[in-house]
């Protein structure tokens, strides 16, 4: 399904819902800005009373800023991963049929979901910190290379680093692209462990990262966030139906052939 077909769609279904959707879409979203911004107040505090300069943001002058800035990471990851999940499964609900309906309060609640919803998300940042460490790592060495000067070899080489940087740049963006679809794999398949739901997502996502792409761009202004959301909960739906009458039809293909 095209891109503009499955946003054409989407406007459809969800006519005169959008209040209602906008509701879904902005819980996960507020939490996310409401923890970066105390953890930039936080340290306009330190800047304020002196304790750091301001290029020890990025060098790590304070003692402490790595512990600091891990556990604002945990607190914004375990806030706002099980709110990004509900709401999916709110989203997969409202852009359905015949689904029942579920209570946010009720999934929040929920032991199991939120262990499931928080394990997805570190999951799926350990993963993507694993794609983009080769690439800071050859950035840096680049960097290197060529604020010390050199001769020929030395350009060489960072050259090559360069090409594989932008190589595994471009895989650390698949690999982003890809765990968009986690959240709402979550909640299609609830018996299904996070781990599996982040790998899965890899596959799944195999020559459909353009949507994501597009429909993220859209969610920047606030007025298309309610439609891309949507779209990107019915496209996944849609997806998945898809697989699974591939895999049906290769199914009955190996049948006939045996």
């Known amino acids: 399904m095209k891109i503009r077909e499955l946003i054409g769609y989407t406007r459809r279904n969800i006519k ?23 953890e930039a107040a936080f340290y306009s505090l330190l800047l304020y009373f002196g304790a750091m300069s301001p290029a020890g943001l990025f060098t790590g002058e304070l003692a402490g800023q790595l512990v600091i800035a891990a556990v604002m990471t945990l607190l914004r990851w375990t806030a706002s991963a099980p709110l990004r999940c509900a709401a999916a499964v709110k989203l997969r609900e409202l852009t359905g049929e015949g689904r029942v309906r579920s209570s946010a309060s009720e999934l929040m609640l929920n032991g199991r979901f939120l262990r499931r919803s928080i394990s997805a998300h570190i999951a799926g940042r350990l993963l993507s910190f694993a794609a983009i460490a080769p690439a800071a790592a050859l950035g840096a060495y680049v960097y290197t290379l060529v604020s010390d000067g050199g001769g020929s070899g030395e350009l060489f080489a960072a050259s090559n680093a360069a090409v594989l940087a932008a190589v595994f740049a471009a895989l650390w963006l698949s690999v982003r692209l890809s765990l968009t679809a986690v959240p709402f794999l979550l909640a299609e398949f609830p018996d299904k462990s996070a781990l599996s739901c982040v790998f899965m997502s890899l596959g799944f996502m195999r020559g459909r990262k353009r ?48």
């Open 211 to 258: 949507i994501p792409l597009a429909l993220t761009a859209l969610s920047f202004i606030p007025v298309f966030l309610p439609g891309a959301a949507a779209a990107f909960a019915t496209g996944t739906a849609i997806f998945i139906k898809e697989d699974e009458y591939a895999r049906s039809a290769a199914w009955a293909g190996v049948r006939r052939a045996r």
């Open 16 to 38: 005169g819902r959008r209040a209602e959707l906008l509701l879904i879409c902005l819980p996960p979203a507020a939490a996310e800005l409401f923890f970066r911004l105390a």
